[in-house]
């Protein structure tokens, strides 16, 4: 992949309030799902970017530490009909089948989906780049081209949560509103009672089997 705009930070303010858990070189802060270690050549380090390796079976990635209000900032990318999500809020279930080599309980939770969205298969607009995956569908958004970053924010605080792609406010809202309860109850999420069930988690970036590149990953909790 030829990177169309050179790696830097993200602009940032109190920076010491802010925790780096990729910045281009160590992986040290994150580990794979329901191993204790980084799971090197599954993911990999090039160019001070983070890339999930389809060649591979798949094994997402999860925080070491667990978060509950949080704003999170990071950077994307997608190969050509690529999909991949960041996850909040995640326990690991060690003891369910893990299927494809995702998380086993990946619909446990809230999705902000991470996609191709010209040549990905599903064009559903609840399933774009920047959702609440089959929820809610973005609103404002502008998305980067194959082969560019696109500048992400994930906020999540006492229940309310936001997406933010590339300046733009793009997801909003409350999860114990009525609004987001009567969404759930017509969703394939309706007859799951784990769904996001614990208020307190690790962050996780999803390996779909495809090529995603991430930079400048940071957290702060709120």
Not at 78 to 90: K, L, Q
Not at 92 to 117: C, F, K, R, T, V
């Amino acid at each position: 992949m030829l990177w169309a705009c050179t790696s830097s930070p993200i602009d940032s303010e109190a920076e010491d309030e802010w925790i780096v858990l990729f910045g281009g070189d160590s992986t040290s802060a994150l580990r794979g799902y329901g191993m204790e270690d980084f799971p090197q050549g599954i993911w990999y380090v090039e160019d001070g970017v983070l890339i999930a390796n389809p060649d591979t079976t798949n094994r997402d990635l999860i925080t070491k530490d667990r978060y509950q209000n949080f704003e999170l900032e990071f950077e994307w990318a997608v190969d050509t009909a690529a999909n991949s999500g960041v996850f909040f809020h995640m326990q690991e279930d060690l003891s369910m089948e893990a299927g494809n080599g995702n998380s086993p309980n990946w619909m446990d939770n809230y999705e902000l989906q991470i996609l191709d969205d010209q040549h990905f298969y599903d064009t559903l607009a609840v399933r774009s780049a920047g959702a609440l995956y089959d929820l809610i569908a973005p609103k404002n958004k502008q998305l980067k081209p194959i082969g560019e970053f696109n500048e992400a924010r994930l906020i999540h605080n006492d229940g309310h949560v936001e997406h933010w792609l590339n300046g733009n406010k793009v997801i909003d809202f409350e999860m114990n509103s009525p609004e987001m309860k009567e969404i759930l109850s017509e969703s394939k999420f309706k007859e799951n009672p784990d769904f996001h069930s614990d208020k307190e988690g690790h962050i996780m970036f999803q390996h779909h089997g495809q090529r995603v590149y991430f930079r400048n990953i940071r957290v702060k909790k709120l």
